[in-house]
């Protein structure tokens, strides 16, 4: 049915559909379309279109008299099918809205989604309507009430990553509905835990709406993890309780996170889309203007540039597709109050004409972006094409997963020989990456394992992956993971192997919090989560991926520790330094703000960093040495603190420096337990086991 007289001229602005009282404004830009149809579902599922006849500057436009939140909605987009001019238009493809605030439905595997036909040199003339997902328009109030951003600085923040679904999915205290979903994610048992573990910022993988790739859903499995999106704007529905409900709860978790003190961190996906490559589906983007939105190959133009290892790059070279996801980042900012984001394959966006660039359009955008300059931004800094890793060499307002510091540190507790000068640079927030370039401490996001890869006891427990329930015969996810199974592959009932293993992970979780930079703690790492061996679990929709909250004496053993831990940090100054060490004397005194030791208790120069054969090392940091100051300028000092590390294989005794008073003994990895009170004299000798570390304090007097 056209009921084209009913639709008024609306206006260019804002893209999408956008609801004022009396009805709504539809408007999507298209540069290379000939016509442009809103289709409008009534209650039954009847389709009505409605020609958008205005356009003004390559945005097509129109308003529809007494349309509410709730209608669903798509857009048919005709113009030239030609592939080998890089034209893709099928009006037989119905599209979700680039600006769709969210969506209804997923695709149906039987729906004919392709554009083309037996070859993609010709269009497919089936309709997909009734197989695809529709917009919905939103628009009701949201009641935030005295919500505001915690602001937390750098310098204070530890991250926890985590997925909406599989953090409560499991969870015994939450509600069953409630498992698995925003809501979940804020009843008081859930939200208590990050913040017993000294989180202030969760990172949720992707929360955009995706769409699982034809590939997975052919494997019999879903697209978990997310990061194949096909709405920049719109929650996705997944992880809602109820239907429709998205954009409300999403709203309520940022609401409730906040008031626990916890910032919330998107993980975004604005490098490619759920399409694919040319012989994916015809869902949103592709549809709309493929030569508008996609990086095309010169040469052919029927083909994509994949820069991501997804079948598709978004041309950051385009004001449109620039104006498209500045618009999606300060939508999250704005209307769902999010603190900042984690951009997957970062480098990606910075590519206009080749390599990488921190003075690319995008970045410079994002510089000066009133909102946008404000937030916490941190870069995954690496992507599959031309000098693709890029760790170091983001602009000044941006932090990096610091890839770097996860390799040495699982490189010097395997016990590989040569680590010391890297470790060096790890432990103290890699000035060498950061420094240079105006930054500080907190832009290196220091992290031993993360979504992607093997979990903390994964890595303790395998020395290879398994992941043939992936579907992918163990092909996928990388095989380079410098992890260790101390003699026996997988788990075991071996005492003495287990033991070593716990002692494993403390050595990790204690390198991490007592490093300088960010903490990221994976979920589920504080409870000793596995995947048995999966170090790419992105297809497990399952209790493989999902967090186990049934925890034995073991675990809990653990998440003490872990907990301890965070305290510790959280307290001390000393391990928040919001500028880097200078290695210098402090205040007049004879202490410098940090030294390094051999474990003979010699002061380190630089020739002893050049012996491959040493992997122990002690490390001072003095609370007399903070050049920084508190809010009202007042000095800050602190306790003096030693970390002493001993991943070789035999005991090692540290001679402890010899400064004014006694050290109390903290942490000893050797046990999960809090030691009994130990204090040794300055000069006196502290006996390590094999492959431990410790933590001692000078309490300041």
């Not at 005709?78 to 099928?90: D, K, L, S, T, V």
């Not at 660039?357 to 510089?367: K, Q």
């Amino acid at each position: 049915m056209n009921h084209h007289s009913h639709i008024l001229a609306g206006r260019p602005y804002p893209q999408g559909a956008s609801f004022d009282g009396g009805g709504v404004n539809f408007a999507i830009y298209s540069e290379h379309a000939h016509r442009v149809d809103v289709c409008i579902f009534d209650e039954v599922g009847i389709e009505h279109q409605y020609r958008l006849r205005e356009r003004t500057a390559f945005v097509w436009h129109g308003y529809l008299l007494g349309l509410r939140p709730g209608a669903r909605y798509g857009f048919r987009v005709h113009g030239p099918y030609e592939p080998a001019q890089g034209h893709r238009f099928n009006p037989k493809k119905l599209l979700v809205d680039p600006y769709a605030r969210a969506v209804e439905g997923t695709v149906d595997a039987k729906a004919p989604v392709l554009g083309f036909g037996a070859t993609d040199k010709v269009a497919d003339v089936r309709d997909d309507a009734w197989g695809v997902p529709r917009s919905i328009v939103c628009g009701e109030p949201f009641d935030w009430g005295d919500d505001a951003p915690p602001l937390r600085p750098w310098s204070e923040t530890m991250i926890y990553e985590a997925h909406v679904k599989g953090l409560t999915k499991l969870h015994p205290m939450v509600q069953p509905e409630h498992r698995g979903t925003y809501l979940g994610l804020v009843s008081p048992h859930v939200i208590d835990h990050p913040r017993s573990l000294g989180v202030t910022a969760i990172e949720l993988l992707p929360v955009h709406e995706h769409s699982d790739e034809v590939s997975i859903v052919a494997r019999g499995k879903t697209n978990y993890w997310g990061y194949a999106t096909l709405s920049f704007f719109a929650p996705s529905q997944r992880f809602a309780s109820r239907p429709g409900a998205q954009e409300r709860e999403f709203k309520e978790m940022v609401r409730a996170l906040h008031r626990g003190g916890i910032e919330v961190i998107l993980d975004v996906v604005y490098n490619h889309t759920c399409e694919g490559d040319r012989l994916g589906p015809t869902l949103s983007l592709r549809g709309v203007d493929n030569r508008v939105y996609y990086r095309l190959k010169p040469s052919d133009l029927a083909e994509y540039e994949d820069v991501t290892g997804c079948g598709n790059t978004l041309d950051m070279r385009n004001p449109q597709v620039l104006r498209l996801i500045m618009d999606s980042l300060r939508y999250w900012v704005r209307e769902m109050h999010v603190d900042g984001f984690r951009f997957d394959l970062a480098s990606a966006l910075g590519r206009e004409e080749g390599a990488m660039s921190r003075l690319s359009t995008f970045f410079d955008i994002v510089f000066q972006d009133p909102v946008l300059s404000r937030v916490k931004l941190i870069a995954e800094p690496w992507d599959l094409g031309e000098g693709g890793y890029q760790v170091g060499n983001f602009p000044v307002n941006w932090t990096e997963w610091n890839g770097r510091y996860r390799d040495v540190i699982r490189h010097v507790w395997r016990g590989d020989e040569g680590q010391r000068p890297e470790l060096g640079y790890r432990l103290t927030g890699s000035a060498d990456l950061f420094a240079d370039d105006g930054r500080h401490p907190g832009a290196s996001i220091n992290f031993v394992t993360a979504h992607d890869g093997f979990t903390l006891r994964d890595l303790v427990t395998y020395a290879h992956k398994h992941n043939e329930a992936n579907g992918e015969e163990n092909r996928d996810g990388t095989s380079d993971n410098s992890s260790e199974n101390f003699g026996i592959e997988g788990e075991t009932d071996d005492l003495d192997v287990r033991e070593l293993r716990a002692r494993h992970v403390r050595n990790f979780l204690v390198t991490l919090f007592f490093s300088q930079g960010v903490p990221m703690l994976t979920a589920g790492d504080e409870l000793g989560r596995t995947q048995r061996g999966n170090n790419n679990a992105y297809c497990q929709d399952n209790a493989l991926s999902w967090v186990d909250w049934n925890l034995d004496e073991e675990r809990n053993e653990t998440l003490d520790f872990v907990r301890k831990l965070a305290l510790l940090r959280r307290t001390h100054l000393v391990f928040q330094r919001r500028s880097f060490f200078r290695g210098a004397k402090v205040k007049g005194g004879d202490l410098k703000d940090i030294a390094w030791f051999e474990p003979d208790g010699t002061e380190m120069v630089n020739g002893h960093w050049d012996d491959a054969s040493r992997c122990a090392i002690g490390l001072l940091l003095s609370g007399d040495g903070l050049i920084e100051r508190g809010p009202t300028g007042q000095i800050l000092e602190d306790d003096t603190f030693f970390l002493a590390l001993n991943p070789e294989p035999k005991p090692m005794l540290f001679v402890l420096p010899k400064l004014a008073h006694a050290w109390e003994v903290l942490v000893d990895t050797r046990s999960a337990k809090v030691p009994a009170m130990r204090t040794l004299e300055p000069g006196e000798s502290l006996l390590l086991l094999e492959r431990s570390c410790a933590l001692l304090r000078m309490p300041r007097i």
